[in-house]
């Protein structure tokens, strides 16, 4: 009853000194509004990373890569054999911690082309089909190659999406679905033929830009919307959809015939990615394939195993590099939020000494001044914050128009529960000195104030 | 046993060395239901013992009852309870709450009361008709005249129907007329048994008033009581020294 009769003044109070008070909590409101915009930018920013992880395969993937024989190896150098097929043969034979081994043999600056068109694809790879689990592919047309293409070394490639709209025009453009199934393409002059085509992967931003543009395009059929530009990126969704996959024999017979020696062409792999049958075993796992390829390479440890948790750990360290300047920022402004408003309840209750002495005279003990002064203090700092609540959503779509990204960013509720509480404690802190400066005035000295 | 009691009661300041005894060893007996005047010249001690007997300020020396209680050795939270519940004070300046309206300013001592809302606007709205302000409940002070700020002031100084009503040169910033009117309110609260204590240094406004007491350098100098039996009206104490 008292409290609440306490807040209606507080709130009176603040009202006869709007402008005053508005100033006071601009602090509280840049504070909280940055805390949050910050979070949610962040929060996008983790959800696009972690979508682009699973974009790239998974978090149980983990890459076999090559590297430098050590120092002490240095003089084995030339013989270190590099990855090739038959670590892929005996990983899978000798490994049983290991689910799946894939080969990829690349090409490197390769353009394919068709009816004079030209594109360079994210990569042009030979592969098995344990690809598609490897880098969770999934068929959308066609099929994916057989043991007889494989065989056979045959001319025939499965392609994404974005392989499709730059060589045959998207289905956006052409108002419907191109399916280019059993067309031919060529692949730095050699001709190939589609025999599959995998679904079109993007990421949620992408997806709502994507209907609201359709939207927006039906509904008006004005200019349609930069529709998807964040696959013009370089990110890894726009990979995902531009690969181009042939089998890996072929890539072998067709590609690497000039090089390698003894008319054995060069076998060398680009890329071997093996997946662990739990994240558990990851460990033991990697000791087994570390052991077995320690025997195909002779001893020589040209090799390296690269799992997702570095990546993992990179993208945690950008978000907590991230997360502390949003926070030291919010930190800042609250600071300053804080200190504004301890000195204007400084300044008013040194206008209101007379008023304090009138209450204290008819009755207001130091407990209900105290508490008069400290829910004023209180009652700024969450009109502040809730201010800042309501800016935070202008500010998230303001940062986002200045600097754009692939990620969404993400208001969280309970970071909004934890700016509002943090603004009432600032509320409180900067409240307690002068609510006890008021409780402390003498009545009589009070009255007498001029 | 008095409504009232000081035992020789002293205030004293120190100022840069100098000692002024606002109040010199001050013993008096107030009884309920009296009307009693304060007066004597500026700086002689009556603001200083009203603000003693109403609880708002302690005496460096002597002690205090009031209805029973020992005031004295209170803490500053039975004081303002005191102040609260039992004293109901009146100043010159009016010393009203200039952003709240009538209605509210009436109603603050019961909030600190712990009244609810409906029963302190009912007993408000009582006391506003009680000195002729009910239709001025929604007005700001800044809006009343002097002598329509000082009845708020009076409203809000019984609205918790205290023991005493004190009044602090109450007509002091009023001119003739207006004050005559406040006075007139105050005789009749009188009639209906209020204790009310009137500081004054006007003889001529404590000529209302039965009982008269005048204070000359923190003491009191003599006093006109009618309760004396025999000394009818000229009850003079000796000005000590
Ligand atoms: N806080 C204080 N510090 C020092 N001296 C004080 C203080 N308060 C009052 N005095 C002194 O005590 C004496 C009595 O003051 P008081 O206010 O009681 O006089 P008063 O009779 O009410 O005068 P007036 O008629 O002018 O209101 C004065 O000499 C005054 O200077
Ligand atoms: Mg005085």
Partial sequence: MILFNTILIGLKEIWTHKFRSLLTMLGIVLGVSSLVAMAAIVKGMENGMKEAMIAMGGLDKVLIEEQKVPIHQNHLRDMAPGRTIRDVIALRESAPLIRIVSPEMGLDRVMVSRAGKWFRPSEVVGVWPEVLEMNLYELEHGRFFTDLDEELAKNVCVIGTGVRDELFGSPQEAGREIIPIGEQIHINEQPFIIVGMFKHYESEMERKIREEGLQSHTATAGPSRQRGWGRRNWNAFWRKNNVVYTPLNTMWVRFRAATGTNNVPYPTLSDIDIKVHSLEMLEPALQQARNVMMMTHGGIEDFNFRTQENQIEDINKRIKNARLSGGIIAGLSLLVGGIGIMNIMLASINERIREIGICKAIGATSGSIFLQILIESVVIALLGALAGLAASKGLVVFLSELAPSQNTPVIQPQVMGIAVLFSGLVGVVAGIFPAIKAARLHPIGALRYE | ?241
């Fill in chain 2, 1 to 241: 046993m008095a409504l009232l009691e000081l035992r020789n009661v002293s205030k004293i300041y120190t100022l840069g060395g100098e000692v002024i005894r606002a109040l010199d060893d001050v013993s008096l007996d107030i009884d309920g239901g009296e009307f009693v005047s304060v007066i004597g010249p500026s700086g002689s001690g009556k603001s200083t013992l009203m603000h003693i007997l109403g609880c708002l300020d302690s005496p460096t020396h002597g002690t205090i009852q009031l209805d029973g209680q020992m005031i004295h050795s209170a803490s500053a939270k039975q004081l303002a309870h005191i102040r609260n519940q039992k004293i109901g004070f009146v100043f010159q300046f009016f010393n009203l709450l200039p952003k709240m309206n009538v209605l509210q300013n009436v109603e603050l001592p019961m909030i600190y009361a712990g009244i609810s809302g409906a029963r302190r606007r009912e007993r408000a709205m009582e006391m506003l008709k009680m000195v002729g302000l009910e239709n001025r409940a929604r007005h700001r002070p800044s809006q009343l005249s002097g002598g329509q700020q000082q009845r708020v002031a009076i409203a809000r100084g019984l609205v918790n129907d205290p023991r005493i009503l004190f009044a602090d040169e109450p007509t002091g910033n009023l001119d003739s007329h207006t004050g005559e009117a406040i006075l007139e309110l105050f005789r009749e609260l009188s009639t209906k048994g209020r204790t009310i204590i009137l500081v004054t240094h006007d003889p001529e406004i404590a000529a209302v008033t039965s009982r008269r007491i005048e204070i000359r350098d923190g003491k009191i100098a003599s006093q006109v009581d009618p309760r004396l039996a025999g000394l009818d009206r000229v009850a003079t104490a000796p000005v000590a020294g």
